[in-house]
């Protein structure tokens, strides 16, 4: 790892940042200096300076989880540089044929049109895409909606007033190591706001708002629905992205209040390393929601990037009848690791939960399930359903499940199964019979394993998922 | 860090005799371990610092008047009887089944020294904190070996008992010979304040045969941290039952390795809690080698403000294709302050196996209950008929018929002390 930031560091020096270099990225370090300057950067006012340092100082008396089943060279924090402009025009390939011809495939594969292709490789583009008038579009439909959507940094000072009253209010500095260590350096990220009664007029999604890209590897995220509304959000993109950043520490919170209901996807694909486990990314995320009475929800992920995955996207079902769910298709490849699941809190009466958590492992990678289920004793006639099936491709692989089931009120059900199995060779004698080859049939069967959690997804993600999968299944049969 | 453990190092390094070796290194791991809290992962839920409140004072030889053993109907047994951690030959048994020798580590000769050498404190893993204590602390103990193609008909009863503000720590190290066939029993069953850590080791070799029963049926603020490991060779059996009462310090730690292929265990276990009790069961199947099974059913009822604390691991290794592994955990709650905490898991790294475990935790079934109710049963009798056949599905299964019938009436005593009535009357009533 500090290998791999030494090259990326290096390489950045190589780039020759002469003059620009005070300005533009800042040297590998952290201490109050720098959140002082990155809050000096973004013109933050002193009560958000004020909450990055509490963070700061929470973060030096923490230390980083080891529980998780995955297995990384030591990282060293002090070795990595916490803001970065966005790269220059004359930093980025000129043309297609500078970007790494696997990832082009990838695209291919996908059914990518060429301007995306472009600009998901970081193609300097920005005169050839017509994005902006689309976004612009987009963002005139929603103001009159009254939604917000804009970038953190912006509420901070337009919204001041919803900043400060949710901002950590779901996940506080303290939480985490990665989570105090984002509250601390955070540069950008989306901030949604949904007003009383309104129902998004469309799914919201980072890719609008891909011109402002580049929000770092500390990225965070604050969605509020007010009373009654309703918003889905997406996140991520099917292809893989091109990225320099080796540690990202997101942390996304969700506030839906009375009767209201967000629905948050995302895709993550990001690089997960060559073959031999070199590279890839560390995506270590915490999301959380808040669910008030009646309020719902609804986690849906498709993981199939990253080195490294430390996520639980979690619910705490404070009012009463309030839902949560999260369906989740885990797979992992090569020497990737993942750790992921969820946690439902249950506080208020006849809370529901339902987990759906689908890992597939392939190669010499490990994935595990790990989900927490709480009945609080006010939980009263609350309920969690809870389903994790694991898939294993090969015999140099691993899967596991780890999952805390605690009960405090006896009118509270919670049921939890597990299994995990190969890919039954019946399915595949029949699949072969008629005619697919084995690949095929793998992604077949791997596919209908799934069709649970793909289901939850926004139609034309469910098909880019599916396909995502095939594609990230190749080579791992036979 | 604990002033008892402590003490317990310090009177640890005292202890000489032909295990020194393996006490000294036990010692060393010891010394690096740290007292458990809220965040060691083993010991979540469990707080241990009731040890460190009690005063108890080391065993002395002596004999207790009041030491009785229970008289189990129409059992054929013998009774091995252990005596605050000391095995007391005054009240076990004299005859002993044949093919069966028993051995102090006192009177143990230079071949069973050399046995019990090499597989002393190897069976069980060194991550247990209590199971290190154990093997400084437990100066005497049993050797029970079983010869190679021996039926052993008649039930071993390993008794364990305990004086007033006692702490002991004992040990049994059982090996059942290629082919042979054993039935043993481990009873604690009193509620006097005390502490007693107590650990067994079983070998079971080549197509050999164990029928084992932990009784773990004390109460009160009787402590206790034991644990039962156990080591299966080629085509070797295990049926093994466990039944748990809680005290203010019940836990039981499990091992079951899968060291040779074609092995099958059995393990069922219960637990039936009533007021602040507290146990702690952790269990872990080790597949090692290929073609095993295991099927694992834990049910519990938890009663007042009891909690039980479940963590069942089943870990397949690489090579251990063609396993077939299950773990059930069922349990009923029947008041708003008692707890479960579960945690069934899985580590699996090898593919072609079909593994599964579930977990449930809810009250009494309500459409049963109506069921019973009306067909004339009153609520009360319908709960107790309903909770019993709940846990009486898993003695059924015990081989033993005469303990079965012994242990059904200890745990009709149980549920008649238990506020069995559950949390639905609250509302039916209001």
């Known amino acids: ?170 996940v506080p500095q303290k939480d985490n190591f990665f989570a105090a260590l984002n509250c601390a350096v955070f540069t950008d990220g989306s901030f949604v706001y949904i007003p009383k009664g309104v129902r998004c007029p469309m799914e919201l999604s980072t890719y609008f708002r891909i011109n402002e890209q580049n929000t770092g590897q500390f990225e965070r995220t604050l969605i509020v629905a007010d009373e009654g509304s309703h918003v889905s959000y997406l996140e991520g993109c099917t292809a893989p992205q091109r990225d320099e950043n080796q540690l990202h520490a997101a942390v996304v919170e969700l506030v839906a209040l009375d009767d209201a209901e967000i629905k948050y996807s995302t895709v993550q694909n990001w690089y997960p390393g060559d073959e031999e486990g070199r590279g890839g990314i560390y995506n270590f995320v915490t999301k959380r929601g808040v669910c008030h009475t009646n309020a719902k929800i609804s986690w849906t992920q498709v993981e199939t990037g990253s080195a490294v995955t430390w996520k639980y996207p979690s619910c705490i079902l404070k009012g009463d009848n309030s839902v949560g769910e999260f369906y989740s298709v885990a797979l992992t490849r090569g020497k990737q690791q993942a750790d992921t699941g969820t946690k439902m809190i249950h506080l208020g009466k006849n809370t529901k939960s339902t987990i759906i958590s689908k890992g597939i492992s392939a190669g010499r990678s490990n994935n595990s399930y790990r989900g927490l289920v709480r009945m609080n004793p006010g939980a009263e006639g609350a309920r969690n359903f809870t389903q994790c099936d694991s898939l294993l491709i090969g015999d140099q692989c691993g899967a596991h499940t780890f999952p805390y089931v605690e009960s405090r009120n006896p009118s509270a059900i919670v049921e939890h199964e597990a299994t995990t199995s190969k890919v039954s060779d019946d399915q595949m004698f029949l699949c072969q019979q008629r005619g697919l080859d084995a690949e095929k049939a793998v992604s077949m069967i791997v596919n209908g394993f799934c069709k649970e959690v793909f289901k939850e997804l926004p139609m034309e993600f469910a098909v880019e998922a599916g396909k995502l999968l095939e594609i990230s299944l190749e080579g791992s049969v036979g | 860090m604990s002033t008892w453990l402590a003490n317990a190092i310090v009177r640890g390094t005292d202890v000489s005799d032909w295990l020194s070796e393996k006490r000294q290194a036990a010692l060393g791991k010891l010394k690096q371990q740290s007292w458990p809290n809220r965040k060691t992962e083993a010991w979540k839920y469990t707080p241990v610092s009731v040890i460190d409140r009690g005063a108890f004072s080391p065993a002395v030889n002596d004999v207790d008047a009041n030491a009785a053993i229970d008289a189990i109907d129409n059992l054929d047994a013998s009774a091995l009887v252990f005596l605050n951690g000391r095995y007391c030959e005054a009240l076990s048994c004299k005859t002993l089944p044949e093919g069966v020798s028993i051995t102090s580590f006192h009177n143990a000769s230079a071949a069973q020294k050399e046995w019990a050498l090499a597989q002393f404190a190897s069976v069980k893993p060194d991550r247990h904190l209590f199971g290190l204590i154990n093997d400084v602390l437990a100066e005497d103990g049993l050797l029970i070996d079983v010869e190679p193609g021996v039926q052993v008909t008649t039930l071993l009863r390993v008794v364990n008992l305990f004086s007033e503000g006692i702490e002991a720590h004992s040990r049994i190290l059982v090996r059942v010979g290629k082919g042979a066939k054993l039935a043993i029993a481990e009873e604690f069953t009193n509620s006097t304040p005390s502490l007693n850590t107590s650990f067994a080791e079983y070998v079971i070799e080549d197509n ?175 709960q107790i008929m309903l909770n019993f056949g709940f846990i009486n599905e898993l003695v059924d299964r015990m081989p033993n018929e005469a303990l079965a019938t012994w242990l059904r009436s200890k745990l009709k005593v149980r549920f008649a002390q238990m506020k069995v009535s559950s949390p639905q009357d609250a509302l039916v009533n209001s």
């Open chain 1, 1 to 170: 790892m500090t290998e791999q930031i030494d090259k990326a560091l290096a390489r950045e020096y190589e780039a020759g940042f002469v003059s620009e270099i005070e300005s533009d990225t800042f040297p590998p370090g952290l201490d109050e200096d720098v959140i002082h300057r990155i809050s000096a950067m973004k013109n933050e006012p002193p009560w958000m300076l004020e909450w990055r340092l509490k963070a700061f100082r929470l973060w030096q008396e923490m230390e980083e989880p080891e529980w998780a089943h995955v297995d990384y060279p030591y990282i060293d924090y002090q070795s990595i540089s916490y803001y970065s402009a966005p790269k220059s025009m004359k930093d980025k390939p000129k043309s297609l044929d500078e970007v790494d011809p696997e990832l082009l495939r990838t695209y291919e594969k996908l059914g990518i049109p060429l301007v995306e292709q472009q600009m998901l490789a970081g193609v300097a583009v920005d005169a050839v895409f017509d994005s902006v008038s689309v976004v612009t579009t987009f963002r005139e439909k929603l103001e009159e909606a009254g939604v917000i959507f804009c970038p953190i940094s912006e509420a901070v000072h337009k919204y001041p007033e919803l900043v400060k009253k949710y901002l950590g209010s779901v």
């Open chain 2, 208 to 382: 050999a045969e164990l029928e084992h029963y932990r009784f773990a049926l004390q109460t009160g603020s009787a402590l206790s941290v034991g644990g039962g490991h156990f080591k299966l060779h080629d085509h070797s059996k295990l049926h093994s039952t466990l039944v748990g009462f809680g005290s203010q310090l019940s836990r039981v730690d499990v091992d079951i390795e899968h060291a040779g292929q074609h092995a099958y265990a059995e393990k069922n276990v219960v637990y039936l809690l009533d007021g602040k009790e507290i146990f702690d069961l952790h269990s872990t199947i080790e597949h090692a080698k290929p073609n095993g099974t295991t099927e694992e059913n834990v049910r519990g009822i938890v009663a007042d403000q009891a909690k039980v604390v479940f963590n069942g691991r089943i870990h397949i290794h690489r090579d251990a294709q063609k396993t077939l592994a299950e773990l059930n955990n069922r349990n009923l709650l029947l008041s708003r302050k008692a707890e479960v905490n579960t945690k069934p898991e899985l580590e699996i790294y090898a593919d072609d196996v079909r593994c599964a475990h579930g977990a449930t935790v809810a009250e009494l079934d309500t459409k049963a209950l109506y069921y019973l109710q009306s067909r004339g049963v009153s609520r009360q009798d319908a």
